[in-house]
């Protein structure tokens, strides 16, 4: 049986990739300015995100209401990867997220600055507001950051509804779990509002905000900052538990992801930093 699910998956997976793709061509929205990216998601640098870098002060409270937000393009139309359907040895059609993300990026001199305003009926949360807790049990949203396809490292940044955050350095994808990699400290600050009440899920929420400022210094091993035009990779992915959800839990990415697997970076989108 082991051997025909790895030739099944094996087989399949470029399909995945064509169907994700063309799935995704119907869910793309265009801003009046052009300042929407939305799926299709591609890999390559033809349809790389572009950061803008911040033109003023952003302060990290979980409101993004800075002036220097306006600059930025509007992450949107998440979607849901395939996954597997075990009984029929199918993968699922990629779909659209069924809760609304908007997520942004900018750079200044001196940080990446990252912003999310997540739609959410059912907000949940088993972490307070610290950093590095275990991980597990929360709304989570993410970001990873990859400067180079020829070198292993990559790195990942959380933050959950009550402002807690999570960061991980990767040296190789694979070579260990979470308690090797959680120790590393990024320096990020970052911080989340939420209108709604967390972990009640009898009401209804409506949605909750993060913004989060990652120091140059943090990425040191790759040379810190980047240079304007530099192309790097990232993924903007979500966990999302919603008792209003069939599954109960929905995993969304910016991404052609060929499952729903968010460390798979050989299908990040780019990021190009202007200048």
Known sequence: MRSKLLAFW????????????????????????????????TVGEAGAYACARAQSPI?????????????????????????????RLTLSDPAP??????????????????SAQLVDR???AT???EHDPPFGGDDIMELFVKPSPAIPYYWEFHVIPTGGT???????????GDSRWRPYDSGMVAAATVSGTINNWEDHDQRW?????????AFRRMGGRPKAGDVWTFLVSRYNYSVHLQEGL???????????AFHLFEHYPSIVFAP
Not at 97 to 114: E, I, M, P, Q, V
């Open 10 to 41: 094996i087989l399949s997976a470029p399909a995945v990739c064509a169907l994700l793709s063309l799935s995704a061509m119907s869910w793309a929205q265009t801003g009046a300015s052009g300042a929407v990216w939305t799926a299709p998601f």
């Open 59 to 87: 302060k990290i409270d979980g409101r993004v209401d800075e002036p220097a937000w306006v600059a930025a393009q509007r992450i949107e139309g998440l979607i849901v990867p395939p996954n597997v359907i075990w009984e």
């Open 97 to 114: 997220a069924k809760s609304r993300t908007t997520a942004r990026l900018l750079w200044d001199d001196n940080h990446l600055y990252f």
């Open 122 to 124: 059912d907000i949940y």
């Open 127 to 129: 972490h307070e507001k």
């Open 166 to 176: 999570r960061d991980y350095f990767y040296a190789r994808r694979g070579a260990g």
């Open 209 to 217: 905000t993060v913004e989060m400022a990652v120091p140059w210094e």
């Open 250 to 260: 929905e995993f969304s990415a910016a991404a052609p992801l060929p499952r729903a």
